[in-house]
């Protein structure tokens, strides 16, 4: 192990242990100021996002799930938490850890199952593949594999809203690394200048592959990053599901009512390798710094919290997780059941200018 790894790991310890108890209390706090309903809702969307990727994670292992496939196991409170603020006719742009995203907005399991194995009843015809998610119904673009590449077209998308004067907004998910990716500052300084309504939400996970982000960025502050193009900006704690929501939403406002852009960090941990054919551990990061993260896990701290005020039972998280591992296996039989597409279908759906 590197001396890097366990200088990180000591200090991370150190700092979880600290803020557990007041991250778990003002978690608590927020979830006393919402409907049972709501929060229901968030927890049901949270925990499919958690045993779809476990069962992804379990085709990939038998050679269902070819290519690469990026798991959101950890960051599930991000795509959640945000997606929740957004109303049915905004616009949704991700990278190539998109599932969460996916399912958070809506997407049927059995659609993006059937993606993932390559099928033809996948929503992208099985020829996208675990990177490239669409669903132009739920305003839902993908889906992009090329590091950055999807925020010069989240911000052109807030351009057309602004230009037609609809009131959408767009909202544009990436990783740590990519804010060392010249289109991120491209992007940045013209929805600042054009005052377009994009929320940039950078979900530091702390690692671009294996490359711890303080190796790469001379601010490690991601946040920080948005004064130099004079946006407002927010850092939040992306293991708290509804301060993920809260902070969306006063963007979203932003966005809506003044057409204005912000970025906004959500501070968040992958437990799972970068990709399926990487380790979770061992090489960049110690098993001791996985699990103390692991501690913090977003699910188990919610339910933590909406048992402590009330809102569930345990009994109540059995039976949703039990009904939700069902819609899982319900998923994989759609997707078995449909059929690969034929050679005939190589060049359909394919744009040739
Ligand atoms: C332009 C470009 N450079 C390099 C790669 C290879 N690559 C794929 S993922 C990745 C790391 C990106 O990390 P981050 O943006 O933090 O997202 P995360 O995987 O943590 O979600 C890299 C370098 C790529 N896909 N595109």
Not at 166 to 186: K, M, Q, W, Y
């Amino acid at each position: 192990m590197k001396s890097g790894s366990t200088a990180r790991s000591v200090a991370n310890v150190t700092e979880t242990n600290g803020a557990e108890t007041s991250a778990s209390s003002a978690l608590a706090e927020r979830a006393r100021r919402l409907d049972a309903s709501l929060l229901k809702d968030l927890l049901e969307k949270m925990l499919l996002i958690r045993r779809f990727e476990e069962k992804a994670a379990e085709l990939y292992a038998l050679g269902k799930i070819g290519g690469f496939c990026h798991l959101y196991i950890g960051q599930e409170a991000v795509g959640v938490g945000a997606i929740s603020f957004l109303g049915p006719d905004d616009y949704i742009f991700c990278s190539y850890r998109d599932h969460g995203q996916a399912l958070a907005r809506g997407m049927d399991p059995g659609a993006l199952m059937a993606e993932l194995c390559g099928k033809t009843a996948g929503c992208s015809k099985g020829k996208g593949g675990s990177m490239h998610l669409f669903d132009k119904r739920l305003g839902f673009y993908g889906g992009h594999a090329i590091v950055g590449a999807h925020l010069p077209l989240a911000a052109g998308a807030a351009f057309a809203s602004r230009y037609l004067r609809e009131p959408r907004v767009t909202l544009c998910f990436f990783g740590d690394a990519t804010v060392n990716i010249g289109s991120f500052h491209e992007s940045l300084n013209l929805a600042q200048l054009w005052k377009l309504p994009v929320i940039f939400i950078c979900e530091n996970n702390e690692f671009g592959m294996g490359t711890p982000i303080e190796k790469t960025a001379s601010i490690v502050h991601l946040h920080e990053r948005a004064c130099a193009y004079n946006m407002a900006h927010a850092a939040v704690d992306g293991m708290d599901v509804l301060a993920v929501r809260d902070a969306v939403g006063e963007a979203v406002e932003r966005a809506r009512k003044d057409s204005l852009p912000t970025l906004i960090e959500a501070r968040t941990y992958r437990y799972m390798g970068h990709s399926m054919s990487d380790p979770t551990h061992g090489i960049y990061r110690t098993k001791a710094e996985l699990e103390e993260h692991r501690r913090k896990d977003p699910i188990k701290r919610f339910i933590s919290a909406l048992e402590g005020i009330g809102v569930i039972t345990q009994e109540y998280v059995e039976e949703t997780d039990n009904r939700i591992r069902e819609i899982v296996e319900q998923a994989v039989v759609f997707a078995d059941q449909s059929r690969e597409p034929g050679p005939e279908e190589l060049l359909a759906d394919v744009y040739l200018p």
